[in-house]
Structure formats: structure tokens, C-alpha cells
């Protein structure tokens, strides 16, 4: 990939989690198969803290810019592509660079945008409505008028999987950490909820469905979460496994997988772009039709500067954030 003048963008120069600060890196051109983006907003992710912090699956060579996912404009394209043409209003997959002025994306994870979303929201839409849509749909089954329980429901997949839970036909019970946080969840849909600070997971999941347990789990959550999740959960039920904000990797008791009758499965959204590309676009089909129906309506709580990309990223693994964030470059 070609390179030329500077841009501003927030470089990661030392994988320790502080070396984090806006800076300057060479500006990048596209290559055969990609497209430059002019970056209006970049979605922040979890998975952005693990990678300054060497807790990710990739190990990105230094220095370089965090961000998987963002909106913009085609600013020019390389060889061999014809869409989305410059001037297209996009949304991108870039698994690095997206907290920056431009970036460089192939040309099979950018997907030309609805006129009715705005930038912001769709900077943050990707991952965790793609996300949440391929674990309800492509590995839970998600069937109209089953328990849903979703994890962590206030931040930005959580949230998105109570959305999608409802546009699917299930009732949805939600579980976060505060009132404040479980209002949102309420507010976007979800039919009863579990502070977990305050209350025991697993029995109000068993008395909010008088004793039967819930159909599906999703759990970007993990550890006790998760273990308590089991054992609330319905016979032929299924669980899908996010991630580990808790920070703890749960081990899983085959036993109960074989009374019950339970699947659990693993979702890395992330693999399909190189594994099973084509259900992308097929997934953003289905959630573009949703939000211009009004059935899902994502949330920014906050939006920051581009010198203000590190404070975003140490909100979000701090949990001050609910619903999506978004950098601004």
C-alpha cells in the first residue's frame, strides 16, 4: 500500500494500554481492491482496548492507529473497483486505522449507507448490530415469542441485541449494572430487567419466567454471569458467548450441557469477513430495512474529538458509557 503526506490521527506508539495520544501518521492510499475513506466518525469497540493493551487476538505492528469500524466518504478508490464509487457516503470495516482524518478499507466490508442514517450512527453500527443480529439469527435461532436474556444491556452490542431480540418477536429481559443503565435498555425495548449489582442473576432470571429459564442467552459478559446463566436456563435452551468483560474466562461443565439439552456457542463476528463474507451484506440488508422501519434506533451517549480518543477509549473498559461511542476526527 502506497503512502504519502501526514494525517492526524490517535496513535498507539507502545502496547501498554497508556501510550495512547493523537499524533501524526502517514497517510494512506488505496490499493488494488480498496477504497480511501475520508473519515467522518469512527464507532469505539471493546476490542479497541484490548489491542493497546496486547489482549487481542491480533498484535498490530507499531506505531499505528486503533479502530475497526467507521463512517465517511469515498475519497478515491483503487484498481479494480467501480463501488462504492468516490463521493459514496459508506460505512467500513478496517480492523485497524479508523480513529484518523483518512482510512484505507476493502471494497468487500464497505457498504453504501441508507440517505436516512446519519454518520454517527452509522460509525457505530457494524460491529454491534452485526453482532448482535448473527448471534440471534445464524447461531441462537431466535424464534418470535422465546425469552431472550441479554448481558451487559446498556452498552453498545448489549443494547443492540435488545433491539434486535424485539425486531425478531422474542420478549427481552435486560441486565446492567444501574438504574440509569437498565432505563436505557427499557427504553429501547427491552420487556423486564436484572440490576446485578443489586440483585441475584439467577434467580430473578428463574422468577421472570416462573422457573422455566430463558430460551437464549447472549453474554458479552462471561465468568460469574455466565455461570449463573446456565443454570437459569430452559431445557433445549442456547447460549452465545460475546466476550469477557468481566475479565473472566468461564469453564463450562459438559454435565449440564447434557441434562438440559444445552448448546453454547462462540461468536467472533469479526471472522465472517475473511470466513463467510457474503453474510455480511446479507445481514446489513435485513438491519438497513429495520432502522428505516423504526424497529431498531441506535444509541450515541457520547461522541468525542479526536484528542479526546483516549478518554473514549478508557470511558468505555471503565463501563461510564452506555449505549455507542463514537470519535469524531
Known amino acids: 500500500m502506497k503512502r504519502e503526506t501526514a494525517m492526524r ?10 501510550s495512547v495520544a493523537p499524533g501524526d501518521l502517514p497517510r494512506p492510499q488505496p490499493g488494488p481492491g480498496e477504497v ?4 467522518a466518525a469512527a464507532g469505539v469497540n471493546f476490542a479497541d482496548t484490548l489491542i493497546v493493551r496486547g489482549q487481542y487476538q491480533e498484535k498490530p505492528e507499531l506505531p499505528f492507529a486503533p479502530g475497526l469500524e467507521l463512517s465517511g466518504v469515498v475519497e478515491a478508490t483503487g484498481d479494480g473497483v467501480t463501488e462504492p464509487a468516490s463521493g459514496r457516503r459508506i460505512m467500513a470495516l478496517t480492523g485497524l486505522g ?6 484505507v478499507a476493502k471494497q468487500s466490508d464497505a457498504f453504501p449507507l441508507p440517505e436516512e442514517m446519519d454518520f454517527d450512527t452509522a460509525a457505530g453500527f457494524a460491529v454491534t448490530y452485526g453482532t448482535a443480529h448473527g448471534a440471534l439469527r445464524w447461531h441462537a435461532d431466535l424464534q418470535p415469542g422465546e425469552t431472550l436474556m441479554v448481558h451487559g444491556a446498556a452498552g453498545g452490542v448489549g443494547l443492540a441485541a435488545v433491539e434486535c431480540g424485539k425486531a425478531m418477536g422474542a420478549r427481552v429481559i435486560a441486565s446492567a449494572g444501574s438504574p440509569e443503565k437498565l432505563k436505557v435498555a427499557s427504553d429501547h425495548g427491552a420487556d423486564a430487567t436484572i440490576d446485578y449489582r443489586q440483585e441475584d442473576v439467577k434467580t430473578r432470571m428463574r422468577e421472570l419466567t416462573e422457573g422455566r429459564g430463558v430460551d437464549v442467552v447472549f453474554d458479552p459478559v462471561g465468568g460469574q454471569v455466565f455461570d449463573a446463566s446456565l443454570r437459569a436456563t430452559a431445557w433445549g435452551g442456547r447460549l452465545v458467548v460475546i466476550g469477557f468483560a468481566a475479565g473472566e474466562v468461564q469453564q463450562i461443565p459438559a454435565n449440564i450441557l447434557l441434562v438440559k439439552n444445552i448448546s453454547v456457542h462462540g461468536m467472533y463476528w469479526g471472522s465472517n469477513r475473511k470466513m463467510a463474507p457474503q453474510r455480511l451484506a446479507e445481514q446489513f440488508a435485513e438491519l438497513f ?24 477509549l478508557a470511558d468505555l473498559r471503565a463501563r461510564k458509557t452506555a449505549g455507542k461511542v463514537v470519535i469524531r476526527p
Open 9 to 18: 490521527a490517535l496513535v498507539c506508539s507502545a502496547i501498554d494500554g497508556a
Open 36 to 39: 480511501l475513506v475520508k473519515v
Open 98 to 103: 479508523a480513529f484518523a482524518e483518512y482510512a
Open 289 to 312: 430495512d429495520w432502522y428505516k422501519a423504526g424497529r431498531i434506533k441506535p444509541y450515541i451517549s457520547h461522541a468525542y474529538a479526536l484528542d479526546e480518543g483516549a478518554q473514549a
